[in-house]
């Protein structure tokens, strides 16, 4: 008998009908001998109904009251999970994230987790119930305000209460059957992966891959947690995430793919700081006022300088949703760095391909721009970590550019078995 934390997304839950799908598959799982806690996302596209119902009345809302509204979108599915799995003849209990003893700091709208104190889920677990838990939720450690962990923060809850709790597994369950080598709504031909390993999963997140966020694969390689992504609409096993490739049945194991997958990103914008005059300090003056307006950048590009102007251009990439700050943050340190003009520009694209393979295999860098060239595609911008090349390039060349390059590197599968069931992607 094992513990079992399971994840419901938004679209899992979307209404009654799936609300009933999933009480009867976490059922089967407590029937299977295991003691299970499951975690749920709010129905379907509510939460962004209830952000779109503050914003009309009040531009921008404050922060905690945000919170304690976002909050309520988690208590009803859990509450509503809770009875219909009592309606199946099972004990359930729904607790709030502060209930359940998720424990963060005080940032509103972004909270991060700094302690999980599961007391009463274990105690519920241990009494024979199933505990139902609120995603995406926790209470602040300083003044005990309700807290969200960000969009798509529920994923987080379930990882951090597995590990609390020291479960064997955490299950997420989503609309697609697990982690594929690009997003299946974009490549019908793309592959779902048995395995990936925290660290390419990682890139993979921070690249523009929705399935997982970032700060939930981080949290579970921190604690050593396997996650399970899987499909709630069709049974099918999916993805393991894990340091190491389970093997299977003393089987050997199986050569590891030089590339786990393509990611894309439509959610950045390019700033381009036209005619820097090439001296010592520049750079700093300019990623300093970045960096005090609170903005986070992806890719940064310094030009060699023009020999007849001793001036040079830097481009540096970040979240479209930063895009006004960033420009305005520089326009006041214009005259101070002497630059000539700014250009913005959110027509780009991200394409990133990741894979531990390709610190030992030479030639992944050629070929990566070879199918992008293949495929008429123009490069803007370039960076690269130990398993990851990224270049930005027209937003309308993405999809084109996704395609060429998961062909080019063989992930096309011979099926179509990349079923998309739900809507929102969570
Ligand atoms: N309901 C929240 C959101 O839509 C949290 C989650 O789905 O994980 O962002
Ligand atoms: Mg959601």
């Known amino acids: 008998m094992g513990l079992v934390v399971q994840k419901y997304g938004g679209s899992s839950v979307a209404d009654a009908e799936g609300i009933k799908r999933v009480a009867k598959r976490i059922v089967e799982s407590k029937k299977n001998g295991n003691q299970v806690v499951a975690v749920v996302s709010a129905m379907g596209d509510s939460t962004d109904e209830l952000i779109d119902l503050a914003e009309q009345v009040s531009p921008i809302p404050a922060g905690r009251e945000l919170d304690m509204l976002l909050t309520a979108g988690e208590r009803i599915s859990m509450a509503l999970l809770a009875m219909a799995i009592k309606n199946l003849g099972h004990e359930a209990q729904s607790f709030t994230g502060s209930q359940a003893g998720v424990i963060t700091d005080s940032v509103h709208n972004k909270a991060r987790i700094i302690d999980v104190t599961p007391g009463r ?26 807290t969200t962990l960000g969009r798509g923060g529920s994923d987080t809850t379930a990882v951090a209460l597995a590990a609390a709790l020291d479960a064997d597994v955490c299950e997420i369950y989503t609309d697609v059957d697990g982690v594929f080598t690009a997003d299946p709504r974009v490549v019908k031909k793309a592959r779902k992966m048995d395995w990936i390993s925290f660290e390419d999963m990682l890139e993979l997140a921070a690249s523009g891959s929705k399935v997982l966020l970032h700060r939930c694969v981080e949290y ?5 947690i396997p996650i399970h992504v899987r499909s709630s609409f069709s049974g099918l096993p999916g993805t393991w995430v894990s340091n190491e490739r389970p093997s299977e049945g003393g089987a050997e194991q199986v050569e590891h793919a030089i590339i786990s997958g393509v990611a894309h990103d439509v959610s950045e914008a390019k ?9 010592p300090g520049e750079a700093a003056a300019i990623f300093r006022a970045i960096a005090d307006a609170e903005i986070n950048i992806d890719m940064v590009v310094q030009n060699v300088s023009a020999a007849s102007t001793g001036l040079t251009d830097i481009s540096f990439t970040l979240p479209k949703t930063d895009g006004k700050k960033a420009t305005s943050a520089l326009e006041k340190i214009k005259p101070k760095v002497g630059y000539d003009s700014l250009r913005y520009d959110d027509q780009v694209a991200k ?6 393979g390709m610190k030992t295999n030479p030639g992944v860098t050629a070929q ?27 937003a309308d060349d993405v999809l084109g550019a996704v395609q060429a ?19 929102t992607g969570r």
């Open 121 to 146: 889920i274990k105690t519920s677990v241990d009494e024979g119930n199933i505990a139902i838990v609120a995603g995406f939720q926790g209470v602040s450690q300083d003044n005990k305000d309700i």
């Open 220 to 224: 579970a390689r921190r604690y050593n």
């Open 271 to 279: 700033v381009t700081v036209v005619g820097v005059p090439d001296k």
């Open 351 to 356: 394409i990133s391909l990741v894979g531990a």
């Open 368 to 394: 990566f721009f070879e199918a992008l060239s293949d495929a008429g595609v123009n490069i803007e911008l370039i960076s690269t970590s130990e398993i990851r090349i990224s270049v930005v390039t027209r």
């Open 405 to 423: 390059v998961h062909t080019s590197f063989g992930l096309d599968s011979d099926s179509d078995e990349a079923v998309v069931y739900g809507g």
